[in-house]
């Protein structure tokens, strides 16, 4: 089957359109006219037989189909950073492997993980980002990433998983507090805290939030002061008794140990989490996924 799509500059103006919503704002970001824009737009729609935008106004509104090529256009950008950093490591080492993991499982065993098996190996340079699931997604299908390390799941069986750990959800107190000495927190009580909570697509809010739902209850029920993706930053927060948080049992578990606060569960929700290694289906190491499963579990045996 022929394929008559040229990709080219088009779709990074396209991007500016979408971004901007008007042909005569984007023409001033890219140093083009109106017309110029215009006629790159209705170029690719020619091309790809597909209407990107819709009139509303004075507004460009981008239809479905603009933002699944503008999806396709993300990835098409993720490959070619990819190859630059490829190439860029290749000049110091021949393997390059790049991981993406959700913020509190980065911060906890995994980058000992890491560490052992570049220690082990000694031929490999690696990279870890730190991303929200759905954007680790993203990145995985785009091959910007070779393997994604999950609290919870990804929407869809697209790709291959290895269970690495289960874990579960506590809430973190000051060490001061009622609930440390009760040892235990309702959700009535909770309810009238101040709540420090990650992001919504982090996936140990996704999962927070879906275990109240089940009990009928709606997260505007409780009084959130404060989102923040960075779990050092909720940790400290914690610490200084501005507010408790729910958050990774693991994740909190040194602080816990030195004293800095205290987890307690939340009575009657059990909020079991899994953390999974995510890969496409055609990656071809198994020898690397079965020595980060052996390193993953005997790290986390001796935490």
């Known amino acids: 089957m022929e394929h ?58 981008p239809t479905r189909e603009c933002d699944l090529v503008s999806e396709y256009v993300s990835q098409i950008h993720m490959l070619c950073r990819r190859m630059d950093d490829d190439l860029s490591a290749n000049r110091l080492c021949p393997k390059h492997l790049v991981v993406g993991a ?43 990433v070779d393997l994604a390390v999950v609290e919870g799941e990804f929407p869809s069986d697209e790709f291959n998983s290895i269970l690495l750990d289960t874990d579960h959800l506590v809430v973190a107190v000051a060490s001061d507090s009622k609930y440390a000495q009760d040892g235990i927190i309702t959700l009535e009580q909770l309810k009238r805290e101040k709540l420090i909570l990650r992001p919504h697509n982090s996936g140990t809010r996704c999962l927070f939030e879906a275990n109240v739902s089940k009990m009928g209850i709606s997260v505007d029920s409780f009084q959130i002061m404060m989102e923040i993706e960075s779990v050092a930053a909720i940790k400290k927060l914690v610490a200084g008794g501005y507010g408790v948080s729910v958050l990774s049992n693991k994740a909190c578990e040194k602080d816990v140990e030195r004293g800095k606060f205290v987890t307690v569960p939340l009575r009657d929700v059990n909020m079991v989490r899994n953390i999974q290694l995510f890969y496409r289906k055609d990656f071809k190491d198994e020898t690397l996924l079965r020595e980060l499963r052996r390193l993953y579990e005997s790290t986390a045996a001796d935490e």
């Open 102 to 144: 959700t913020p509190s499982v980065e911060g906890s065993v995994l980058s000992r993980v890491l560490s052992c098996y570049q220690a082990e190996t000694g031929d490999v340079q690696i990279t870890v980002l730190s991303e929200s699931a759905s954007q680790l997604y993203k990145m995985l299908r785009g091959h910007a």
């Open 4 to 61: 008559n799509i040229r990709y080219d500059q088009r779709y990074d103006t396209l991007a500016v359109v979408r971004r901007l919503e008007s042909y005569t704002a984007a023409g001033e970001a890219l140093s083009l006219t109106h017309s110029a824009v215009a006629q790159q737009i209705h170029s690719i729609e020619q091309e790809l037989g597909v209407k990107l935008f819709n009139r509303i106004g004075k507004k460009l509104v």
